[in-house]
Structure formats: structure tokens, C-alpha cells
């Protein structure tokens, strides 16, 4: 009997692992495709900014996403880069009306229920997931 009830705590462990395991692939994978979707045109596919926009749009600043850290003094600038992001914050460089960089806090929320608690926290919930993307890509 008792070793059935650890044999079912154990499986019942491993089993909450691999859900885990799951889940943070899955966040990954989808903030990778919010990466492309969103972020390539500009940031390149590598985050060294080289992506298509560089060559056509006009004073195009490039922008190394995987210097980040580097250029922070080896810390990476986790909270700014969540305002630049969600775009709800407007800072240097992203403020002008001709500005391609997306304003994914307004572009993630759930249709119909915008600005909800709801919808606020899965728009949380993916910006940080894209944060966490551009934090895995950084150089050493």
C-alpha cells in the first residue's frame, strides 16, 4: 500500500513536470512567433537589426537586440524593454507618429474585451513572454 501511494506521488510529480516543461515551451514557441510576426521586419531574424526595414525606410536607426544586456552594463533592461514593447509608454525613439515599432499592449488585447482584467493579463502575460524571448537572445 505504501508503496503504491509513492509510485502515485511520484508519477503525480513527474506528470506536473512535464506540464510545466510543456507550458513553457509552448510560451516560448509563441513568443518566438509574436517575434516574427511582430519584431523581424525591423530587429532582423537574429535581433541584430538588420531586418528589411533597414534597407527601406528612410533614417532607419538600427537597433542590436542582442547587445542589450552589454550596453547596460551586463544587466538587461528588463523593465524598459517591457515599456518599449507594450508601447503604452511612449519613450525616445518610439514616440513619433511614423514609427513602425507595434503598440502590442494595444495590439494583444482580447477583441471585444479590451482593457479588461482579463484581457490585460494575457497582454501582460505575452509581452513578457516576448521580453523573456529578446532577454534569451543576448550575447555574453
Known amino acids: 500500500m505504501r508503496n503504491t501511494v509513492i509510485a502515485?506521488?511520484?508519477m503525480?510529480?513527474?506528470?506536473?513536470?512535464l506540464v510545466s516543461v510543456t507550458t513553457a515551451f509552448a510560451a516560448s514557441a509563441d513568443a518566438r512567433k509574436d517575434y516574427v510576426l511582430h519584431c523581424v521586419a525591423c530587429h532582423g531574424v537574429d535581433g541584430k537589426g538588420n531586418g528589411i526595414a533597414a534597407q527601406v525606410i528612410p533614417g532607419f536607426k538600427r537597433v542590436d537586440?542582442?547587445?542589450?544586456?552589454?550596453?547596460h552594463g551586463g544587466?538587461?533592461?528588463?523593465?524598459e524593454v517591457y515599456d518599449i514593447v507594450d508601447g503604452r509608454k511612449r519613450l525616445p525613439g518610439h514616440y513619433d507618429?511614423?514609427?513602425d515599432m507595434p503598440l502590442s499592449g494595444l495590439m494583444f488585447q482580447t477583441k471585444g474585451r479590451e482593457f479588461s482584467?482579463?484581457?490585460?493579463a494575457k497582454v501582460k502575460q505575452r509581452v513578457s513572454a516576448l521580453v523573456d524571448y529578446v532577454e534569451g537572445i543576448q550575447e555574453k
Open 8 to 10: 502515485t506521488s511520484i
Open 12 to 17: 503525480f510529480a513527474a506528470s506536473l513536470c
Open 65 to 71: 537586440l542582442t547587445q542589450l544586456s552589454k550596453t
Open 75 to 79: 544587466k538587461f533592461p528588463r523593465q
Open 97 to 99: 507618429e511614423d514609427t
Open 117 to 120: 482584467t482579463e484581457s490585460e
